[in-house]
């Protein structure tokens, strides 16, 4: 199981941008499907965006499109959540999410990160 951290979460007015990271502790982390999930207060925990081992397939929510961009570099064993034009809704806790697959699919998740707020204030 590989262990993830998070960092770059805080409060934002609209329209700002921020870009979260997440560090993982796995020496093949090539071997990962990486991925961001979020969860508002009083919701389910939903999908953002997904990046296949190599970086060369990413599946973003329909909510985030044009406004969000996921990147990885395996040799730092790190990824990346750039979002720009960040809006109300987007508040939220976001979790970094792993799965061991060479395939594009991130479900069912295999680890989790411990989550970054992020709060955006009209």
């Known amino acids: 199981q590989v262990q993830l951290v998070e960092s770059g979460g805080g409060l934002v007015q609209a329209g700002d941008s921020l870009r979260l990271s997440c560090a993982a502790s796995?020496?093949?982390?090539?071997?990962?499907?990486m991925g961001w999930f979020r969860q508002a207060p009083g919701k389910e925990r939903e999908f953002v965006a997904s990046?296949?081992?190599?970086?060369?397939?990413?599946t973003y929510a329909d909510s985030v499109k044009g406004r969000f961009t996921i990147s990885r570099e395996n040799a730092k064993n790190t990824m990346w959540l750039q979002m720009n034009d960040l809006k109300s809704e987007d508040t939220a806790i976001y979790y970094c999410?792993?799965?061991?697959?060479?395939?594009?699919?991130?479900?069912?998740?295999?680890?989790w990160g411990q989550g970054t707020q992020v709060t955006v204030t009209a």
């Open positions: 999410a792993a799965r061991q697959t060479r395939s594009n699919s991130i479900r069912p998740v295999s680890s």
């Open positions: 796995v020496r093949n982390f090539f071997g990962y499907i």
């Open positions: 990046i296949n081992w190599n970086g060369e397939s990413t």
